[in-house]
């Protein structure tokens, strides 16, 4: 039976042109299966795009008029990352909608786009984070300079405002930078250790799985430039040994469940001396067919589409 989904992607942040990318793929590979797919494109000021068309001239005369697409949907797959998308906005607008949406409910992608209130739900269910702190926007030519860390939005992705800080004349600017993104910021200890990622998929009957983990090879921060210019080097499967594994995934369950994730989540560890250190989640991770979580589920035997599939169909069964 053919299943009209509204696949939804852009959106008004710094990952406009990620979350387009990651629609056109959600929506090429479920054409692939018995689904008819309409598109919807949230432009960077906020105005929904209907088959390339402005259906309105400002964001709430839009999206009102493209509420009857969301009305005729059976599931809405949300391919927007960051805030007013991945950050729990579009499930919200699906729930008061009474529409299916693929992926993580309000509350989980709320918590896990904040890095500060992600590590205090970490740290509760015993999963190590990066010590850190939060200062707001107006308050950073206070900071002082104790050692190296890393300066970083509290609610961003893709890199976008994160710096390492080695100086003290780094400070600063690495604040300021961080601050065009997010008014909290927060100012962490360096982690040393592997960079490894695990994805977690809850399937139609409920269980959940972590596909096997890979490794990003970054020297230094993996930076902006290094997520989109295909310089990337990943590791699939991440060469593991069994005890790691194992803490890996337990560590990346607990934390999908504590959060209360659904669809396919990405938790970003740093595997150190002493086991996996929590760096942030990932609730509307990158779904284009070269992104991390596909190629996890690629190398657990889940090809592309099938992986956007079972979405579809976990979303459906609720
Ligand atoms: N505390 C830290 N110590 C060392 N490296 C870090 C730390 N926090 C972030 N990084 C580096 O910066 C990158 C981006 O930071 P991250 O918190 O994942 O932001 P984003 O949500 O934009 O991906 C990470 O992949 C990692 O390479
Ligand atoms: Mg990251």
């Known amino acids: 039976m053919t299943t009209n989904v509204l696949v939804i992607g852009g959106g008004q942040n710094a990952e406009h042109d990620v979350s387009l990318a990651s629609a056109a793929a959600?929506?090429?590979?479920?054409?692939?299966?018995?689904?008819?797919?309409t598109c919807v494109t949230i432009d960077r000021d906020g105005i929904w795009r209907a088959d390339g068309i402005p259906a309105g001239v400002s964001a709430a005369e839009s999206?009102?008029?493209?509420?009857?697409?969301?009305a005729r949907a059976e599931v809405v797959f949300?391919?927007?990352?960051?805030?007013l998308g991945e950050d729990g906005a579009l499930a919200a607008l699906c729930a008061l909608a009474g529409v299916r949406v693929v992926g993580s409910a309000q509350r989980a992608g709320a918590i896990g786009m904040d890095k500060w209130t992600t590590k205090l739900v970490a740290d509760a269910v015993g999963i190590r984070t990066?010590?850190?702190?939060?200062?707001?926007?107006?308050?950073?030519g206070d900071v002082e300079f104790d050692g190296a860390v890393v300066v970083k939005p509290a609610?961003?992705?893709?890199?976008?405002g994160v710096s390492l800080v080695r100086d003290d004349d780094e400070l600063l600017p690495a604040l300021r930078t961080a601050a065009r993104f997010d008014r909290r910021i927060l100012i962490e200890e360096v982690m040393r250790g592997r960079e490894i990622d695990v994805a977690v998929l809850r399937e139609a009957g409920g269980i959940r799985w972590a596909a096997p983990p890979l490794e990003i090879h970054a020297a230094g921060l993996f930076d902006t430039a290094m997520k989109y210019d295909g310089t990337?080097?990943?590791?699939?499967?991440?060469?593991?040994?069994?005890?790691?594994?194992?803490?890996?995934?337990?560590?990346?369950l607990a934390v999908f469940d504590a959060l209360g994730c659904a669809g396919v989540a990405r938790?970003?560890?740093?595997?150190?001396?002493?086991?996996?250190?929590?760096?942030?989640?990932n609730t509307m991770p990158g779904l284009t067919a070269a992104s991390q979580v596909p190629r996890m589920f690629a190398a657990a035997g889940v090809a592309y589409p099938e992986l956007i599939e079972r979405l579809v169909r976990g979303a459906l069964k609720g």
């Open 26 to 37: 959600v929506a090429a590979a479920l054409r692939m299966g018995d689904n008819a797919v």
């Open 267 to 281: 938790m970003d560890f740093f595997l150190t001396d002493d086991g996996p250190v929590l760096n942030e989640v």
């Open 63 to 70: 999206m009102a008029l493209a509420l009857p697409l969301l």
């Open 78 to 83: 949300p391919a927007v990352h960051g805030p």
């Open 232 to 252: 990337a080097q990943f590791t699939v499967p991440a060469s593991l040994g069994g005890d790691e594994l194992a803490a890996l995934r337990r560590a990346a």
């Open 130 to 140: 990066a010590r850190g702190r939060l200062v707001c926007a107006e308050d950073i």
């Open 155 to 160: 609610s961003a992705g893709s890199s976008y």
